[in-house]
């Protein structure tokens, strides 16, 4: 079981490598030849559109991967997603027109950066092929499958990138070889995964179903990611393109780190699956993971304080994102828990519970970087990413310890 948890992790982690390695000197070139300000818009462009992809995952591969063992229904979950990306596309686009720009102070969200999001809106149709076609390697433990789309379509991105930079192109050229490389991406998991996806059918009732069964842990993912993103979004509508470009430059280093336990979490999903019923393994199981989660996430904070002057190899101005990197470096371990309390949660079906919690973790959020952001702008935003984590932490490791009181218990008097 470990073996192939760790065969899996690495995996991903090996695609995350690469797509990140090239993620790191994709925004390398683009905060480099775009400068701040230019870097600032496509962070405006990039995050708000990151803010409805969750709701295209919306949870459903966990209630599919659970409800489905054969995964006889991966078409009805492919077209599914489908409609659920045009309708987010339709809605998405609506809400950009909507969104404010001070011409005179250069806050909010101008003409160009609405264009942008434009284009790059179409990757919701292609990111909802990924994440169905994930589904399927996931299930399988075929992890390396999906390293290789990922690693194609990131490689695509690059490539396009620096021939867009070489030839003194715009933000919006950048952003839609961002489009192309998810196209590539999503093509090649269509190919990998050998699953049919014609002639075109759609299953309505199992649809419903799978709606309203992930519809507790989808409205928890995307409040999640609400709370986690929603920091850019607002510096962007409250300040200048420059804070956005500083703070966006941080947060791109440290969004790596945050996805190592999300990685690890995928693997070990189907194994609580397993042993979900035998809830002295499943705890223990948990226990163990909780710790080698902390200590990973503790191990990485040290070498990465120090590497953090490193940004100013980029350009100058860029010693500005130093220290709310720091200050988000400290929350990693935080992180990395809470990913494996989240998961233990969602098998053992407190989805509920992880929607209001992140419900009410999201309007804290909201509500300290609307206080705190005037007048410390990106700072105030690092810290209050760690707080709020740290607050989602203390409550799903008290849900999570009182559910195994109750289910020992359970378990004592189905025995005796």
């Known amino acids: 079981m470990h073996k192939k948890i760790a065969k899996n992790t690495s995996s991903q982690i090996l695609a995350k490598i690469f797509s990140s390695g090239t993620g790191f000197l994709i925004t390398i070139l683009i905060a480099r030849y775009f400068g701040v300000t230019g870097y600032g818009d496509f962070i405006k462009i990039t995050s708000f559109v990151a803010l409805f992809y969750l709701v295209i995952d ?29 309708f987010v596309f339709i809605i998405s686009n609506l809400i950009a027109l909507l969104l404010p720009f001070n011409l ?15 284009i790059f809106s179409f990757t919701l149709f292609f990111q909802s092929i990924i994440y169905s076609t994930s589904a399927i390697f996931q299930k399988e433990l075929k992890y390396n499958l999906y390293s290789y789309t990922i690693i194609a379509g990131s490689l695509v991105n690059l490539l396009l990138v620096i021939a867009i930079v070489s030839l003194k192109g715009s933000i919006l050229t950048v952003i839609a070889s961002y489009l192309v490389g998810s196209i590539i991406t999503a093509f090649l998991g269509i190919i990998l995964a050998r699953r049919k996806i014609l002639p075109f059918s759609f299953n309505y009732t199992f649809s419903k ?30 300040k200048t393109s420059q804070d956005v470009g500083v703070y966006g430059l941080s947060y791109k280093f440290f969004d790596f780190l945050v996805a190592l336990p999300l990685f690890l979490s995928n693997s070990l999903y189907p194994f609580l699956l397993e042993n979900k019923k035998n809830t002295r393994k499943f705890f223990l199981l948990v226990k163990n993971y909780i710790l080698v989660f902390a200590l990973i996430g503790l191990f990485l904070v040290i070498p990465f304080l120090f590497l953090s002057p490193l940004f100013t190899l980029i350009r100058k101005e860029y010693v500005l994102s130093i220290l709310p990197f720091n200050y988000l470096l400290f929350s990693l371990p935080i992180f990395f828990v809470t990913s494996i309390l989240q998961w233990s949660l969602i098998t053992l079906g407190r989805q509920k519970f992880l929607m209001w919690t992140y419900l009410i973790s999201t309007f804290v959020n909201v509500l300290l970087n609307l206080i705190f952001i005037p007048s410390y702008s990106y700072l105030a935003s690092a810290i209050i990413t760690g707080v709020t984590e740290l607050m989602v932490m203390i409550i799903l490791g008290v849900k999570l310890f009182n559910l195994k009181i109750i289910l020992e218990r359970e378990t004592e008097s189905e025995t005796t």
């Open 209 to 238: 179903k799978m709606i309203l069964a992930s519809f507790p842990l989808g409205v928890m993912l995307v409040f999640n990611l609400v709370y986690f993103r929603v920091d850019a979004i607002l510096l962007s509508l409250l």
């Open 104 to 118: 005179l102070l250069g806050i909010g969200f101008s003409t160009p950066v609405k264009l942008g999001i434009f």
């Open 58 to 86: 919306f949870g459903i591969n966990a209630i599919f991967l659970r409800e489905d063992k054969n995964l006889s229904h991966f078409k009805d979950i492919f077209y599914l997603r489908l409609f659920l990306s045009l």
